[in-house]
Structure formats: C-alpha cells, structure tokens
C-alpha cells in the first residue's frame, strides 16, 4: 500500500523500553518532525521512561503506556478495563501513520490497535514475534546495516526521508538541572570535573565485575580524578561494598535521581564510564566523553552514537584506567 504524505497529519511513534532503546529512538522523531514541521507528532513510551521524552522540543503528545501501574493490580477485571480504555484512547486520536521503532508484539499491537492505515515497522531480521504481521509496512535493513539507530532511521524511508545524522535534543532541563548543581556544590565537585562510573546493567552478563570498578576507581582516585559512583535502585549495599575505606571524598556515591536528574548528572560529568546501559547511551547522544565496556553484545549495533573507546568487558581495570586517562576531558 503506497503512503500518500499528502494525507498524512498526525503521526505516532511507538517505542515503549527500554532506557537505552528509547534514547535511541529520538533521531526517529527528530527527522519526521523536520519532514512534517506542522504535523502532529505524538510517542507512545512506558511510564516508567515517559520522562526522558518530556522536554523534547517538538512532541505534541506523550501517550503513557502504564505497565508499573498495571502490574500492581490484583484484579484482572482492572486490567482489562484499563486495557481497553487506552485502546479507546488511542483509536480516538485518529493517527493516520504509525512508527513501530520497537517491532514486538507489545508495540506492534498498539499501532494495530490505533487503526491507522499505515504503520511502518522493522522488517526481517530485526522484527520481533509476531509484529510483521501487525504492521503493514515492514522495513527490511541492509545487512551492512549494523546500528540500531540507523536501522531506525531506515524505518522512514518508507516514507521518502533520507538517513541522515542522527539528532539527540535532550536540551537541558533547569528544573533537573538544580538539585544536580547543589548536590555538586555540597560534594565540593566542579562540573566536568569528576569521572561517573556505572557498575550495573540490565542483565547481569553485561556488567564487568564490581571489584573491577572498585580497582578503577581506586586507580582514577590515586590520579587525581574524583569518582562518583552512580546511585542505581536497589542496589545501595552494593555500591557501598565497592567504595574502599580509606577513599573519603575521592570517590562517592551519586545522588538519587530520576531520568532528567540523570540526564544533568551525566552532562555535568568529566568522563562517563559503564556497560551496555541506559546511561551511557545517553553520554553518546550527549556527546559526552565515555569508555563503554562490551561483552556479549555487539558496539557496532548498540554502542553509544559517540564514544572515546570502546573495551572489552575482559580488560583488566589498568587497561581501562589508561583509556579514561587518555579520553578524560576535566
């Protein structure tokens, strides 16, 4: 079915989760928002992730997919009345195209259920269970097509738009950016002028070994560089075991935050230092200096946009050290 841009005027793009696949979607609006400057151009993204999106000059809508919400009720007849009043909602918004960036049958039954009559998708090889066959517009990548941004951005050929460089407006937020300045200005730390390390990942098998970050952050510290642990949920007992005893103020636990908080934490820092995570997929949007540790997933397809280096998760924390010394910007 050939799409008629002429009749295209509101818009959805649907990329639920996670943290790090989400940062990677925003090129996707970035370019329909230059190719349709007065369209209405709404995303639909998870509660839990909603925030990154929010200060995001040109989104006319967030359309908040609640799954923390839904998880807590009991009552399945909650669920499924939640369920189908989103399905209203969604139906209501009359979107005459839809981009599936995520390509699961999650995702792809909310573009099916909004009933527009186009919803492009990712095709073979990237599509996921059964969203081929609920969106009517796959998108077949080139093999030599490695990046995930990029096979995102190839999504819209579909409509006529022509890859180009991806664009990341995570504009500073004053709001995040002021409990993020004085927690620096208790902490005696200047902006640019710590390394901000991230020990945790998502799955367990893409995290370098807590010692290995302690050793990092001992040798950083005996440098001169001041260490920030980031603050991860959960995890406070960890992150206390991995700080030595004797390390005072050169080495701390980051403040609590929430995404745009983090967003401003990782602005503010020297160097940013973590796996295949959230976080540092924003230091590569953000053009900030990092060193990303991979193992069993591949740089080429999910490493930050920009990065200093990329290390083996197999790499001694001397070699890394050297690499965040010869990168580091403070």
């Not at 999504?155 to 995040?176: K, M, Q, V, Y």
């Not at 950083?220 to 992150?239: A, C, H, I, M, N």
């Not at 053009?287 to 069993?296: R, Y």
Request: a positive charge.
């Amino acid at each position: 079915m050939k799409i008629d841009l002429d009749k295209i005027e509101r818009i959805l793009i649907v990329r639920l989760s996670a943290l790090g696949d989400c940062v990677a979607s925003i090129p996707v609006f970035t370019a329909l928002r230059q190719r349709f400057p007065d369209k209405h151009i709404a995303w639909a993204i998870q509660d839990n992730y909603a925030p990154l999106i929010r200060n995001i000059p040109g989104i006319d809508e967030i359309i908040v997919f609640p799954r923390h919400r839904w998880k807590e009720m009991r009552s399945n007849w909650n669920k499924t009345t939640e369920a189908l009043r989103l399905a209203r909602r969604l139906r209501m918004r009359r979107f005459d195209l839809v981009v599936d960036a995520q390509s699961n049958t999650k995702s792809a039954t909310l573009s099916f259920l909004t009933r527009a009559p186009h919803r492009i998708g990712h095709g073979q090889g990237e599509a996921k269970e059964i969203s081929q066959w609920l969106n009517n517009h796959p998108v077949n990548h080139p093999a030599d097509m490695k990046h995930i941004i990029i096979r995102n951005l190839n999504l819209l050929t579909a409509l006529g738009i022509e890859i180009s460089e991806p664009r990341f407006p995570l504009n500073p937020d004053p709001f995040a950016q002021r409990p993020i300045l004085e927690w620096l200005r208790v902490h005696d730390l200047s902006e640019k002028g710590y390394c901000l390390l991230f020990p945790f990942c998502g799955r367990r098998e893409k995290e370098w070994p807590q010692q290995h970050f302690t050793r990092l952050a001992q040798e950083l510290s005996q440098t001169g560089y001041r260490v920030v642990f980031s603050w991860t949920p959960g995890k406070d007992e960890q992150l206390k075991q991995m700080i030595p005893a004797n390390a005072g103020n050169k080495i701390i636990i980051g403040p609590q935050t929430d995404i745009p908080e983090l967003v401003e934490l990782i602005r503010s820092a020297g160097i940013c230092i973590g796996g295949d995570t959230g976080p540092i997929q924003i230091a590569g949007a953000l053009k900030m200096p990092n060193i990303a540790l991979f193992g069993p997933t591949y740089p080429e397809r999910t490493g930050p946009w920009t990065t200093s280096g990329i290390v083996s998760l197999d790499s001694e924390p001397e070699i890394v050290g050297k690499t965040v010394q010869q990168a580091y910007s403070g």
